[in-house]
């Protein structure tokens, strides 16, 4: 350890993702030994300081902070990991990028691409390293479709079908608001499944078939009223709970994206197809280690969908782990998103996706719910 370069984290939010993060930063340096950059847990800051002390020692951060603004202040913190709630990402964000710390941030990267393209701004000016824990780009089957697209494997690509599916707020007695349910109320996260789950679709999908021209979509509040946490009072909800839009991309393919939080029975199911002239690929979640490929080239007689285990040791990313035939999971996306920041502050080259890329994602999201909303295509 004494030759590696320590990157002193500071840990904004230490719920769901402050946990997924950590597990990341911890798990890195075992997996990716020959990384020069090694992850150091130096701090760790949440409001309530019984709780932030409970989760420090629990995953062996050095200290703690109650105000954010005090950990970015530090000497002792090079980079700010943000885990919080979405309509604080940027005011910790641009506060970080001021005080020169490389900055992680949990996706969404912002409430809308207003905020968004301040944050790409502060980044830019002041040179500092960044990226969104976009972190399905990183599971090795949705990294070796990439491989396969950039190969050329599919050819002219015509048609790209999203869906992210879940039901866990079909109850009409849950609140919005607050620790655990902020993702229902609209100050903090900024929309509904658009920006929480349409948002993983989109940043996949732009990486893997490009920009995204215009969109026509359609949103549905099922549920319009809710006990909000935090005043105690029923208030209007003002998120998006189901959404779904179609799209033309610049390479002339179409796209379908669907999201909702009330389809019974599907908990995560983020699915992806891709059809090309000459082959077709299938993911997903529930299922993450396979790769569901339909190459036309193939002789006729045996010609059929093929479920490829990704877990050989020449696949994506699964060199580091076990032996073949032994699968990874929904975690070690996160390890792996680790592994490529401490890789660009070896290399000098950007963390994909970067803020900027984000924003692409974020306007994207922005045009979705203006479209919806006037019931008119937008272009992005
Ligand atoms: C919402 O339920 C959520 O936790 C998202 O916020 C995450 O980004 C997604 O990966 C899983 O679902």
Redesign the pocket.
């Known amino acids: 350890m004494s030759d590696r370069i320590p990157v002193r984290i500071g840990l904004v939010g230490y719920g769901?993702?402050g946990r997924t993060h950590t597990n990341g930063y911890k798990r890195v340096g075992d997996f990716f030994p020959e990384l020069k950059h090694r992850p150091v847990l130096k701090a760790v800051c949440g409001r309530s300081e019984q709780r932030v002390r409970e989760f420090a020692d629990q995953w062996g951060y050095e200290s703690t902070e109650t105000d954010w603004r005090v950990l970015i202040d530090r000497d002792d913190i090079d980079a700010i990991d943000i885990c919080t709630p979405n309509n604080v990402h940027a005011e910790i964000a641009m506060a970080a990028a001021e005080a020169g710390k490389m900055i992680l941030c949990e996706?969404p990267l912002a409430l809308n691409a207003a905020e968004g393209a301040q944050m790409v701004a502060a980044v830019e000016k002041a040179g500092v390293p960044n990226t969104v824990w976009y972190?399905?780009r990183r599971v090795p089957a949705v990294t070796l479709a990439k491989q396969l697209i950039d190969e050329g494997r599919l050819g002219r690509i015509f048609h790209y079908r999203a869906n992210?599916l879940?039901d866990?707020t079909i109850a009409e007695d849950l609140p919005q608001g607050g620790e655990a349910l902020w993702?229902l109320d609209v100050q903090a996260a900024g929309s509904g499944v658009t920006g929480?789950?349409l948002a993983?679709c989109i940043d996949t999908a732009l990486w893997l078939n490009g920009s995204i021209t215009d969109v026509s979509a359609m949103t549905e509040t099922f549920v319009r009223e809710r006990m909000h946490t935090l005043t105690g009072k029923v208030e209007p909800v003002g998120i998006d709970d189901a959404c779904a839009f179609l799209c033309h991309f610049q390479n002339g393919s179409l796209g379908l994206f669907e999201s909702t939080?009330y389809a019974r029975g599907h908990k995560?199911l983020?699915t992806l197809e891709i059809n090309g002239e000459k082959a077709s690929i299938r993911w997903d979640l529930h299922d993450l280690h396979r790769l569901e490929y339909f190459d036309h080239g193939d002789d006729s007689v045996v010609r059929g969908w093929r479920s490829v285990h990704v877990t050989d040791s020449d696949m994506p990313y699964m060199d580091r782990w076990w032996v073949p035939g032994l699968q990874i999971g929904y975690e070690h996306t996160f390890v792996h998103q680790v592994a490529d920041f401490l890789k660009s502050l070896d290399s000098g080259e950007p963390c994909r996706p970067t803020f900027q890329d984000a924003q692409e994602t974020q306007k994207v999201c922005d045009a979705v719910l203006q479209s919806a909303q006037e019931r008119s295509w937008k272009t992005v």
């Open positions: 769901f993702m996706k972190n399905y992210f879940q866990w993702r929480d789950l993983h939080r995560a983020y």
